[in-house]
């Protein structure tokens, strides 16, 4: 077997930067690696993943380690060179090769990621190499040569078992050898390539040799929005297959009688023809049908009735347990879900049921490891999926790790199944994008073969319901190559393909990042009898993504919208460390890599740790599958309605508390939901007994949905829904004139006295206040004995540190220079009223940027009371060039440093902004700076809490309820927002240019605040939305400039 052609060979790069003192030679003749004629060489056809078992007991365990498999999988010797021309490693591959001196390294593994080679790098869409389409470079292609030894079982040698070398995962193209011979070469890095090595092995040692590199042809369709990194990532695995065995086998299920009875298809492919039985037993492995068959033809099939069958869902995952069996030595377990899907009245449907996709873009990622994700962090993957409410997966941008799929067949997760398939990059090119290779006929069957190792693999799972084509490749010939492969095999799954934009080879619509109102017009305008399914949504990097809400709505609103996948499940950050030794989360153009795409990389739902992120919790809130409507209902009879797809509200437990501005929340009590209410059904849940003694303050009857009894995912009451009807509205801050009466005997009137021309002192009954003229600013508030409250003086501020979903507002923000606007003062006036027993101090001051002529006239009124300051901050903008909207409106200031704790009535505990903010719920709550914090891996806005009425400052060596004028009152400070609806704060040890300014976490820990927190009090901040790439905030949920009035109250 040669790995080369003879082909004329095309001039080599002179360019070897990079390759030390070992310089590659290029080859006469034209490599496996780039050569387009040639994808597999002597690989077995594609199958499904399964084991083969001595015993039926134990392949209904399902466990690996008692099968007829050897894993290769662990440390192997491992050697890398800038080339595969390069000297040093020519004669690896020889069994008595020394690999003394070599490195080891772990299988699974990324080479990048245990210290070799130039490191991980990140682009989104661009090629790091000289794009040249099927070539890639000859000289600047790091190879890594991979040994390890192992023993074949002797009863493998001496049975005449057929012994196969399976590999799950390597990127991106190899060859292999044993004992010294060649094996074959195979590419399609996330595809399984698989060898028969019956006659290449011997007893006792034997040696496999495998050559991996960083770059082949089949690179230009791997340009997936990911860290390129290179290695053997998944498992190795020998394989004894008995003389007469299995080759592979599919499974299908068609549903019959109104999907009530069904039939079980089952084709098995044999390797000569054979006596094959067929048992299918229930979820406790009862039997309910044996069959058995003997046939004079290889491929034997197998028609299977059931009756009064469970059906598997997303939401009911019930499997059944199939065992097909050769002779006493082979045994293959299987699990199968009976369920049908079908393209039906324009709908995708499941057992004839229309569903809702609530799912996520997961690529595969680990901190440490890359691509090579442990079992157990895939596991808790999913099982954080599932407890937020997210029913479905996108295997963007390619097939993933086999054991996913047998997850979510057991926990219950829809599955769009993709292609190992995206050529980004080829559209950054200048011309048409399609013509380099996918409407290319030359580029056919490396595309075709993507379709086809992805549907022979995985076709009997039945999570999987969407087979998809692939991603932004463009649309050609080539995809509708795939369509029509997949049809051939496989008509029980719709087609997915996005770029296919009027859906020609495709069986749903898809679009990506679309807003709300362009989805509603495409299927209220488009006649054509298919779905929509997003395939990418609400674009999740850094702070948000914002509006989920709408869409969710949109969803059950109309029916051809069919849900969609938010982009995506995780930070792909890197765990790297500084110079110094600080451990941070790296990302494009941490590790030296050029070209990269920085930051476009952290765009998840969790962080990169894979702890959720404020987004998944809105994300759940927003998908959840019991809502209590607002509409038509009171706080006695709460109306809502059942989101699951399938199943009723039987499983659930509902309760009820009452929650209040200054009131304790009461003991819970349950409430009894109606019996079997249907997915889509609305119900009156009656609250009984009601006790609302005492409660005059604004309070809500909040309802939480939990579960009953403990499943597989989750435990008995564990939380999937809440909701919050309101009893009392909030009222509004008292009138001035009113505030005086408040107190008895009235008390002395405050007084304004001129310390210097340029520092004015307020003296009031329980605070002493200070002022400057000159820069028409409030400097300090004293609670005496107690030293000064404020460490630099109260601001208005407009300005925010961008999120990243602030990508389009923002360049209008720093176009206007809102950045570096600055008050400058006009004018103030002071006087007392003895009347109303208050002082006041009125400024005028012009907000205004350097170089433009736009600004916002400011006119701030602060009225000194005896127990309390009240502001009242009006704005007028007006100038060309003004920014069409602000990022917020408030007051900043800087706390002294015993001020640690929050403590408020508005939403919470976490973090919400305008259009983020559903998962929060109204209460009492208390926080600390940790809590406060929220810790983006790209520093930016965060940490803020929304609809606000009050917030009280303290120390958490005092109390914040103390009511004297000791100790513990002298660390408080309180803020009452004037808005009928409430307001917001951020608190945290961060000025706005430090968040502005740093790329790292660890960067901005170090310019930590020692001496106190920076508060911010805002009237309104400018929504979230998802325009990092996407929409930004709806209007209703945008800051647009104009007038305003802010009213706030300090004590």
């Given at each position: 077997?040669?790995?080369?052609?003879?082909?004329?060979?095309?001039?080599?790069?002179?360019?070897?930067?990079?390759?030390?003192?070992?310089?590659?030679?290029?080859?006469?003749?034209?490599?496996?690696?780039?050569?387009?004629?040639?994808?597999?060489?002597?690989?077995?056809?594609?199958?499904?993943?399964?084991?083969?078992?001595?015993?039926?007991?134990?392949?209904?365990?399902?466990?690996?380690?008692?099968?007829?498999?050897?894993?290769?999988?662990?440390?192997?010797?491992?050697?890398?060179?800038?080339?595969?021309?390069?000297?040093?490693?020519?004669?690896?591959?020889?069994?008595?090769?020394?690999?003394?001196?070599?490195?080891?390294?772990?299988?699974?593994?990324?080479?990048?990621?245990?210290?070799?080679?130039?490191?991980?790098?990140?682009?989104?869409?661009?090629?790091?190499?000289?794009?040249?389409?099927?070539?890639?470079?000859?000289?600047?292609?790091?190879?890594?040569?991979?040994?390890?030894?192992?023993?074949?079982?002797?009863?493998?040698?001496?049975?005449?078992?057929?012994?196969?070398?399976?590999?799950?995962?390597?990127?991106?193209?190899?060859?292999?050898?044993?004992?010294?011979?060649?094996?074959?070469?195979?590419?399609?890095?996330?595809?399984?390539?698989?060898?028969?090595?019956?006659?290449?092995?011997?007893?006792?040692?034997?040696?496999?040799?495998?050559?991996?590199?960083?770059?082949?042809?089949?690179?230009?369709?791997?340009?997936?929005?990911?860290?390129?990194?290179?290695?053997?990532?998944?498992?190795?695995?020998?394989?004894?297959?008995?003389?007469?065995?299995?080759?592979?086998?599919?499974?299908?299920?068609?549903?019959?009688?109104?999907?009530?009875?069904?039939?079980?298809?089952?084709?098995?492919?044999?390797?000569?023809?054979?006596?094959?039985?067929?048992?299918?037993?229930?979820?406790?492995?009862?039997?309910?049908?044996?069959?058995?068959?003997?046939?004079?033809?290889?491929?034997?099939?197998?028609?299977?009735?059931?009756?009064?069958?469970?059906?598997?869902?997303?939401?009911?995952?019930?499997?059944?347990?199939?065992?097909?069996?050769?002779?006493?030595?082979?045994?293959?377990?299987?699990?199968?879900?009976?369920?049908?899907?079908?393209?039906?009245?324009?709908?995708?449907?499941?057992?004839?049921?229309?569903?809702?996709?609530?799912?996520?873009?997961?690529?595969?990622?680990?901190?440490?490891?890359?691509?090579?994700?442990?079992?157990?962090?895939?596991?808790?993957?999913?099982?954080?999926?599932?407890?937020?409410?997210?029913?479905?997966?996108?295997?963007?941008?390619?097939?993933?790790?086999?054991?996913?799929?047998?997850?979510?067949?057991?926990?219950?997760?829809?599955?769009?199944?993709?292609?190992?398939?995206?050529?980004?990059?080829?559209?950054?090119?200048?011309?048409?994008?399609?013509?380099?290779?996918?409407?290319?006929?030359?580029?056919?069957?490396?595309?075709?073969?993507?379709?086809?190792?992805?549907?022979?693999?995985?076709?009997?799972?039945?999570?999987?319901?969407?087979?998809?084509?692939?991603?932004?490749?463009?649309?050609?010939?080539?995809?509708?190559?795939?369509?029509?492969?997949?049809?051939?095999?496989?008509?029980?799954?719709?087609?997915?393909?996005?770029?296919?934009?009027?859906?020609?080879?495709?069986?749903?619509?898809?679009?990506?990042?679309?807003?709300?109102?362009?989805?509603?017009?495409?299927?209220?305008?488009?006649?054509?009898?298919?779905?929509?399914?997003?395939?990418?949504?609400?674009?999740?990097?850094?702070?948000?993504?914002?509006?989920?809400?709408?869409?969710?709505?949109?969803?059950?609103?109309?029916?051809?919208?069919?849900?969609?996948?938010?982009?995506?499940?995780?930070?792909?950050?890197?765990?790297?460390?500084?110079a110094d030794g600080e451990e941070y989360y790296g990302y494009g153009g941490d590790f030296g890599d050029l070209p990269n795409d920085g930051h476009f990389v952290l765009d998840g739902l969790v962080f990169s740790d894979h702890t959720p992120t404020p987004g998944l919790t809105e994300y759940k809130k927003a998908i959840e599958p019991v809502q209590v409507l607002s509409e038509g209902s009171t706080p006695q009879k709460i109306k809502i309605i059942n989101r699951y797809d399938f199943a009723t509200l039987d499983h659930l437990k509902c309760e009820y508390s009452i929650v209040g501005d200054g009131v304790a929340?009461?003991?819970?009590?349950?409430?009894?939901?109606?019996?079997?209410?249907?997915?889509?059904?609305?119900?009156?849940?009656?609250?009984?007994?009601?006790?609302?003694?005492?409660?005059?303050?604004?309070?809500?009857?909040?309802?939480?949905?939990?579960?009953?009894?403990?499943?597989?995912?989750?435990?008995?009451?564990?939380?999937?829904?809440?909701?919050?009807?309101?009893?009392?509205?909030?009222?509004?801050?008292?009138?001035?004139?009113?505030?005086?009466?408040?107190?008895?005997?009235?008390?002395?009137?405050?007084?304004?006295?001129?310390?210097?021309?340029?520092?004015?002192?307020?003296?009031?009954?329980?605070?002493?206040?200070?002022?400057?003229?000159?820069?028409?600013?409030?400097?300090?508030?004293?609670?005496?004995?107690?030293?000064?409250?404020?460490?630099?003086?109260?601001?208005?501020?407009?300005?925010?540190?961008?999120?990243?979903?602030?990508?389009?507002?923002?360049?209008?923000?720093?176009?206007?220079?809102?950045?570096?606007?600055?008050?400058?003062?006009?004018?103030?006036?002071?006087?007392?009223?003895?009347?109303?027993?208050?002082?006041?101090?009125?400024?005028?001051?012009?907000?205004?940027?350097?170089?433009?002529?736009?600004?916002?006239?400011?006119?701030?009124?602060?009225?000194?009371?005896?127990?309390?300051?009240?502001?009242?901050?009006?704005?007028?903008?007006?100038?060309?060039?003004?920014?069409?909207?602000?990022?917020?409106?408030?007051?900043?200031?800087?706390?002294?440093?015993?001020?640690?704790?929050?403590?408020?009535?508005?939403?919470?505990?976490?973090?919400?902004?305008?259009?983020?903010?559903?998962?929060?719920?109204?209460?009492?709550?208390?926080?600390?700076?940790?809590?406060?914090?929220?810790?983006?891996?790209?520093?930016?806005?965060?940490?803020?809490?929304?609809?606000?009425?009050?917030?009280?400052?303290?120390?958490?060596?005092?109390?914040?309820?103390?009511?004297?004028?000791?100790?513990?009152?002298?660390?408080?400070?309180?803020?009452?927002?004037?808005?009928?609806?409430?307001?917001?704060?951020?608190?945290?040890?961060?000025?706005?240019?430090?968040?502005?300014?740093?790329?790292?976490?660890?960067?901005?820990?170090?310019?930590?605040?020692?001496?106190?927190?920076?508060?911010?009090?805002?009237?309104?901040?400018?929504?979230?939305?998802?325009?990092?790439?996407?929409?930004?905030?709806?209007?209703?949920?945008?800051?647009?400039?104009?007038?305003?009035?802010?009213?706030?109250?300090?004590?």
């Open positions: 077997m040669s790995s080369l052609e003879t082909v004329v060979v095309p001039e080599a790069s002179q360019d070897t930067n990079g390759l030390g003192e070992e310089h590659s030679h290029p080859p006469t003749t034209k490599p496996d690696w780039s050569n387009l004629s040639v994808l597999h060489k002597d690989t077995l056809p594609p199958r499904g993943t399964f084991h083969i078992y001595p015993t039926e007991s134990a392949a209904l365990t399902r466990d690996v380690t008692k099968s007829r498999t050897l894993s290769l999988s662990g440390t192997w010797k491992f050697h890398l060179t800038p080339s595969p021309f390069s000297p040093g490693a020519e004669e690896f591959h020889a069994s008595d090769f020394n690999t003394s001196e070599w490195s080891d390294i772990a299988v699974p593994g990324m080479w990048q990621l245990q210290g070799h080679g130039k490191g991980p790098q990140y682009t989104n869409l661009n090629y790091p190499w000289p794009v040249d389409p099927p070539n890639v470079p000859f000289d600047e292609n790091e190879t890594g040569h991979y040994v390890r030894d192992f023993e074949v079982p002797k009863s493998w040698v001496e049975g005449g078992e057929q012994v196969r070398v399976r590999f799950e995962g390597v990127d991106s193209g190899f060859h292999v050898w044993v004992n010294g011979r060649e094996v074959g070469y195979s590419q399609g890095a996330r595809n399984p390539s698989e060898w028969d090595v019956t006659e290449l092995l011997k007893e006792g040692k034997n040696r496999i040799a495998v050559r991996v590199y960083q770059r082949c042809d089949g690179s230009y369709l791997e340009d997936q929005d990911q860290w390129w990194l290179s290695g053997i990532f998944r498992d190795v695995n020998l394989f004894a297959f008995p003389k007469v065995h299995v080759k592979d086998f599919k499974v299908e299920t068609v549903l019959k009688n109104n999907y009530q009875d069904a039939l079980l298809f089952l084709r098995v492919e044999l390797s000569e023809p054979a006596t094959i039985k067929v048992k299918l037993l229930d979820d406790d492995s009862k039997s309910l049908k044996t069959v058995e068959q003997t046939s004079p033809l290889s491929t034997v099939f197998f028609e299977i009735p059931m009756e009064k069958l469970h059906l598997w869902t997303a939401e009911t995952p019930y499997l059944y347990k199939l065992v097909i069996s050769v002779g006493e030595k082979q045994w293959i377990s299987q699990r199968v879900g009976f369920r049908q899907v079908e393209i039906k009245d324009g709908l995708l449907k499941v057992n004839g049921i229309r569903i809702v996709i609530r799912g996520v873009n997961r690529h595969e990622h680990h901190p440490d490891h890359g691509r090579a994700v442990p079992y157990d962090f895939l596991r808790k993957d999913l099982l954080l999926m599932k407890t937020h409410n997210i029913n479905a997966i996108r295997t963007s941008h390619y097939i993933n790790d086999p054991r996913l799929y047998d997850i979510a067949d057991e926990l219950g997760l829809w599955i769009l199944d993709e292609a190992d398939l995206e050529c980004h990059g080829m559209g950054e090119l200048g011309t048409d994008f399609a013509s380099w290779t996918s409407d290319n006929p030359e580029w056919k069957e490396a595309y075709v073969d993507r379709a086809r190792q992805m549907v022979m693999r995985d076709k009997n799972h039945p999570s999987i319901i969407i087979w998809s084509l692939g991603n932004e490749s463009a649309y050609g010939r080539n995809h509708k190559s795939m369509y029509e492969f997949i049809k051939s095999y496989d008509k029980t799954r719709p087609v997915h393909y996005e770029a296919d934009f009027n859906a020609e080879s495709a069986d749903v619509f898809s679009r990506m990042y679309h807003s709300v109102e362009q989805i509603i017009e495409f299927v209220t305008t488009n006649k054509a009898a298919k779905p929509m399914v997003l395939c990418e949504y609400v674009h999740a990097m850094g702070n948000g993504p914002g509006g989920i809400k709408e869409y969710a709505d949109a969803f059950y609103k109309y029916p051809r919208l069919q849900g969609g996948f938010v982009w995506e499940w995780a930070n792909h950050g890197l765990r790297t460390k500084t929340t009461s003991k819970k009590r349950e409430v009894e939901i109606p019996r079997g209410v249907k997915p889509g059904a609305t119900a009156k849940l009656d609250i009984k007994p009601l006790d609302l003694t005492g409660i005059h303050t604004e309070s809500y009857v909040e309802l939480t949905f939990t579960l009953a009894k403990a499943t597989n995912w989750a435990p008995a009451g564990f939380e999937l829904a809440f909701g919050q009807i309101q009893i009392h509205a909030p009222s509004p801050l008292p009138p001035l004139s009113l505030s005086s009466l408040t107190l008895s005997p009235s008390p002395p009137c405050p007084t304004i006295t001129t310390l210097s021309p340029s520092l004015l002192q307020i003296t009031t009954q329980t605070t002493t206040y200070t002022f400057s003229p000159p820069l028409c600013a409030l400097l300090s508030l004293t609670h005496h004995p107690h030293p000064p409250i404020l460490t630099a003086p109260l601001t208005p501020i407009f300005y925010r540190a961008p999120t990243d979903n602030d990508l389009p507002p923002s360049h209008d923000w720093h176009s206007s220079f809102l950045h570096l606007a600055r008050p400058h003062p006009l004018s103030f006036t002071t006087s007392t009223s003895a009347t109303t027993n208050t002082a006041t101090i009125t400024t005028i001051t012009r907000f205004a940027p350097p170089v433009l002529a736009w600004s916002i006239l400011l006119t701030t009124i602060y009225t000194f009371t005896p127990t309390h300051l009240h502001i009242l901050l009006c704005g007028h903008p007006s100038g060309p060039k003004l920014p069409e909207t602000l990022p917020r409106i408030g007051l900043e200031m800087a706390l002294a440093p015993q001020f640690n704790v929050a403590k408020w009535w508005g939403r919470g505990p976490g973090e919400g902004y305008a259009d983020t903010k559903m998962a929060q719920r109204y209460g009492n709550w208390e926080a600390g700076e940790e809590e406060l914090w929220t810790g983006y891996e790209w520093p930016q806005e965060g940490g803020g809490r929304t609809d606000v009425r009050w917030v009280e400052f303290f120390s958490s060596s005092s109390s914040s309820s103390d009511d004297d004028d000791g100790e513990g009152k002298g660390d408080t400070l309180k803020a009452t927002f004037g808005a009928q609806n409430g307001c917001g704060f951020t608190a945290n040890c961060f000025s706005t240019a430090d968040l502005e300014e740093c790329t790292h976490d660890y960067q901005l820990q170090k310019r930590k605040r020692e001496w106190g927190w920076v508060v911010r009090l805002d009237w309104r901040q400018h929504g979230i939305g998802s325009g990092s790439c996407g929409p930004g905030p709806a209007e209703q949920y945008m800051l647009r400039t104009g007038d305003f009035e802010f009213e706030i109250v300090l004590e």
